[in-house]
């Protein structure tokens, strides 16, 4: 998407891509390895995201990733998270959730059918269809209706 926005005398044209659309990147990360067990995971509606290093009994069920650096916002509801090209909207943002984010950039994000009536405090339920994604995919997670200066 191109913008082109005038004041006065001065006119800045500002182009991005359809994510960058929703607001600002908070976070981004590199997946870096899939466990061999991930696909059955994501199969029942779970996708689990590890930064690296990964506790050795969580890494063949996790997505091992390598954050750019810390997030810069916490997680919350409305949120998109974006992964290999696709988007899932985050709906519900378990309590520890944030915390494990920053901590151990882990996350457990969970289809709608696949989370029970309760969400853990360290789970996120999403909206979207949850896809296993590639080795070297990016990761960003955007915060819709803000801007760069918004946040300064």
Do not use: W
């Not at 199969?43 to 954050?67: M, N, Q, T, W």
Request: hydrophobic fraction near 40%; include cysteine; charged fraction near 20%.
């Amino acid at each position: 998407m191109t913008g082109v926005a005038t004041t006065g005398t001065r006119t800045t044209t500002t182009t991005s891509t359809a994510a960058e659309a929703h607001g600002v990147t908070y976070y981004e990360s590199t997946v870096l390895t899939v466990g061999t067990d991930a696909g059955a995971m994501v199969d029942g509606g779970v996708l689990i995201l590890f930064g690296d290093p990964v506790p050795d009994a969580l890494g063949e069920v996790s997505v091992v990733h390598r954050p750019d650096g810390p997030p810069a916002a916490a997680l919350a509801a409305g949120d998109v998270l974006e992964l290999d090209g696709r988007e899932l909207v985050l709906t519900e943002v378990g309590d520890l959730a944030a915390a494990n984010l920053a901590e151990l950039g882990h996350i457990v994000l969970y289809a709608p059918e696949a989370c029970g009536e309760r969400l853990l405090p360290g789970a996120v339920k999403v909206e979207g269809a949850i896809t296993l994604p590639r080795p070297e995919a990016r990761l960003r997670l955007l915060r819709p209706g803000t801007t760069q200066e918004e946040r300064h």
